[in-house]
């Protein structure tokens, strides 16, 4: 799903470098990703989703080398095979929560919305508990509900490939267990695989593979 090789990039005028020799996800894997505040996590992720674009190095995603899209076949391809729940949530206030669970299809020509499209929001929001609440704007939400509109928004077009960026931090122990559950539940239905930064540690056993950052940095700095 995700083959990245001797990526570098660093952020202009800053001392912060990351360099990422090698990394590789497999088709349907779960992989958790851990380390320290500022080591480059969500960097990476921004990375793989051609949100942000290496210095040198190569980034393969579901077989297209994402540097080589230009902007909009970028944003066309992110939206059709990526699911990405940020670190802080980017929602849009002007736009009710089902608004914003909806919003990949507004922004993408190649994604049709259906009723069937509505009907997989709906369904969404009510596992994730906020199924009454969707008329609501994220300004009228709690952050952890906020956090369950982005993750709705991230699921319901059944993206190949879900990146997650600390999407359990503001929940309560039951609510991290169960959007975790809903999370891979979705990715075994479309057979996505999920690519998820957490600081969660009683979480870690459900992933296949556990990436520690720091260690990760240290050998690409060795
Ligand atoms: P993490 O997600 O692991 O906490 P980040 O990837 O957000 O780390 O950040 C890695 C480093 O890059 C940090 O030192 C951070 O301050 C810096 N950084 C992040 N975003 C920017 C930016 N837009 N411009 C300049 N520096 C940035
Ligand atoms: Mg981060």
Redesign the pocket.
């Known amino acids: 799903m995700i083959t990245a090789r001797d990526v570098t990039f660093r952020?202009?005028?800053?001392g912060?470098r990351?360099r990422v020799p090698e990394f590789v996800l497999q088709n349907q894997e779960r992989v958790a990703i851990v380390?320290?505040?500022?080591?480059?996590?969500?960097?990476?992720l921004?990375l793989i989703a051609g949100i942000l674009t290496p210095e040198t190095g190569l980034i393969d995603v579901a077989g297209t080398n994402v540097a080589t899209l230009s902007d909009a076949q970028r944003r066309r391809f992110r939206a059709s095979t990526i699911g990405f729940v940020f670190?802080d949530f980017a929602l849009l206030d002007y736009l009710s929560a089902r608004q914003n669970i909806l919003y990949p299809y507004r922004i993408t020509p190649a994604l049709t919305l259906t009723a069937e499209a509505r009907e997989r929001a709906e369904a969404l929001a009510v596992s994730c508990g906020i199924g009454d609440k969707l008329d609501r704007h994220p300004s009228a939400l709690s952050q952890g509900e906020q956090q369950r509109v982005a993750i709705c928004r991230a699921l319901v077009t059944q993206p190949k490939l879900i990146l997650s960026?600390e999407a359990t931090g503001n929940l309560d122990p039951e609510s991290k267990a169960r959007i975790l559950d809903l999370l891979f539940e979705q990715a075994s239905q479309a057979g996505a695989a999920v690519l998820a930064?957490t600081h969660d540690h009683e979480l870690l056993p459900r992933f296949e593979r556990v990436l520690d950052?720091a260690q990760f940095r240290e050998e690409a700095d060795a």
């Open positions: 952020y202009g005028g800053t912060f990351l380390g320290p505040s500022g080591s480059g996590k969500t960097t990476l921004n670190q960026d930064v950052f």
